[in-house]
């Protein structure tokens, strides 16, 4: 079973959203923050519905974005290519190595120039 904490209505405000994003397992772990603190978070399963379902999710917040993308194999990097495609959108590859939880990388995401 898969949760889906991310929030119901996505954010209107123009403050930048950061976002991680891992392949942990057969999941896609994901975490948001604005305004520093964390406002959803959630996972769908790894592959193409599971990226389907995310990339149709970030489509509806209407503010810039900041992703974080924990790189292990082939299949992160499609999924980071994927998230970053749009407009307004900055995706970084972090090393799975140095991360320990997705909402790590919604950090990472906060703090990177």
């Given at each position: 079973?898969y949760t ?8 209107t ?5 950061c976002?991680g994003?891992?392949l ?7 975490a ?7 406002i959803?978070?959630g ?11 995310l ?12 992703l974080?993308?924990?790189t292990?194999g082939?299949a992160?990097?499609?999924l980071?290519?994927?998230?970053g495609?749009p407009r307004?959108r900055e995706?970084?590859?972090v090393?799975?190595?140095n991360i320990?939880?997705v909402?790590d990388?919604?950090r ?5 120039i």
């Amino acid at each position: 079973m898969y949760t889906n904490q991310l929030a119901e209505e996505p954010p209107t405000h123009t403050d930048t959203i950061c976002i991680g994003v891992a392949l942990v397992g057969e999941d896609i772990q994901v975490a948001a923050r604005a305004t520093g603190r964390e406002i959803a978070h959630g996972r769908f399963p790894a592959g193409p519905l599971g990226t389907a379902a995310l990339l149709s999710y970030l489509t509806d917040w209407q503010t810039p974005m900041r992703l974080a993308v924990a790189t292990a194999g082939a299949a992160a990097l499609g999924l980071a290519l994927a998230v970053g495609v749009p407009r307004g959108r900055e995706v970084f590859l972090v090393s799975a190595q140095n991360i320990s939880a997705v909402s790590d990388l919604a950090r990472y995401a906060e703090r990177a120039i």
